[in-house]
């Protein structure tokens, strides 16, 4: 078959449309159906998009929260340029929807300058995946049922780098919008520069092909797929010399931070090398398994639907995720070589 | 903008902003097209656009940049869904097709239903993405606008399409 032959297959008749018809018929419908936009801001996400960039959402979510726990957790030795953070091992943060409200974001407290912003791209296959990443992409020899290697797609983000730099005057002013008083920032703090590098990352995503998606509804696919396999480097965090203790002592001492959260963090007995996993517990439960030879966390959503896993091991996080039981889930994950 | 979300929240009256016509004025007509390359029927095609604009309405504001990207994707998806779980019902679309296009030439009529079946039957087995890249590239968009669409490298398209349409052919002829 030519490919004349697949153009004069792939030709329709078009009939002339009637867009303002078809407005018209739109607005009946959302009137008549009350449907209601559920966006909060004009601005919506650019990541916020549907298809491959279904894990981009998951990656850039676990990104922030993974940034924001290692700065409240960040400790260790100051010298010139440290190493704070770097995970070897991952732990469950049980945090509730006061935490998530309560506490400020990153800019908050300074400002972050990406050097390099993650830019997730796709690829064709693992080959292509592991020459851009310079990575040995572990891949699984157990698949459950129904989810297939030919239904595989790859996507992959390089290293990213990223400076945040704390200001004093960002503190105060973010904190006077909410009407609260920041604890004064440490002079040796203001001005003090983290370098953060997360990545490279490669993900695998299977869907199963047959998973009813609803022929009605295009946001039917915005679910989650049945598989999702993350392998990347941890964020490592450096500092160009902020007293370390002081900064954890301060990020806690902040107004939104709750006692509990606090103390949940302060309670990591290594917390320069290891990676809190948040879990809203009024969403998700979560446990301690033993996966790869190494403790790793289970995430169970209330539903019932999807689990998660999440490990560190040989200098790589791995997460895998998917609607699937948690046997299913973990002998995925063990499978992985 | 978040007062107007809370507004809406409350039960204010929906409905539909200057951005959102002027988005839908401005797609629609390649929305449908795009759907209609995979479900073979206008009508069809046009009840795709509505849900697919509808659901964008639900979840994006209308001056993204993204949008038009979104569109055309969700168009693609949306559609391939549609025949897939036509064809797990059977294939009764064949005499659907005929009994609604009864053109002047009978015979040619009919071949140009089996074709049409031909080729949902060929995308609806495809792989997903690789159905998706060769409509959407057979629609007209540019490798630009497919990469936007399907989050792919630029630079990737053209190996993809590639293989796309080795896969189309595999399918259409097996």
Redesign the interface.
Known sequence: ?S?HD??R????A??P?D??S??A???E???RE???????????S?M??????IW?KGLAAAASVALIATLLTVSGVAETIITLFEPKTVVAVPITSADLTGAAGLTAYGTLTWSSPPK?????DIATAEKATGMKVLVPSQLPSGVSV??A?Y?VMDRTTATYTFSADKTRAAAALLNRTAPPMPANIDGSKLFITGGPAVVQYF?D?TAP??????????SLPRLIIAQGKGPLVQSDGVTVEQLQQYLLAQPGITPALAAQIRAIKDPSSTLPVPIPVDMATSKTVTVQGVQGVFVGDSTGLGSAVIWSKDGYVFGVAGTLTESQILAVANSLH | MEAVAALRAAGAAPGLTAAFEALFRREYPRVVGIAQRIVRDADEAEDVAQDVFVAFYRKHPADAGYAPAWLYAAAAHTALNAIRSRERRGRRETVHTLERDPAVDPQRSAEEAESHAEVRAALARMDERAAALLVLRHSGLSYEEIAAALGLRRSSIGTLLGRAEDAFRREVTR
């Open positions: 078959m490919e697949i153009e297959l792939m030709t329709v078009e009939r449309v867009s303002e078809a407005l018929r739109i607005r419908r959302i009137e009350r449907i209601q936009p559920t966006i909060a801001t004009s601005g919506g650019r916020d998009r549907p298809l491959v960039s981009i997730p791209y796709d690829v064709p030919a239904n797609r996507g869907d092909g998606k609803s022929a009605t509804s295009a946001g039917a696919f915005a």
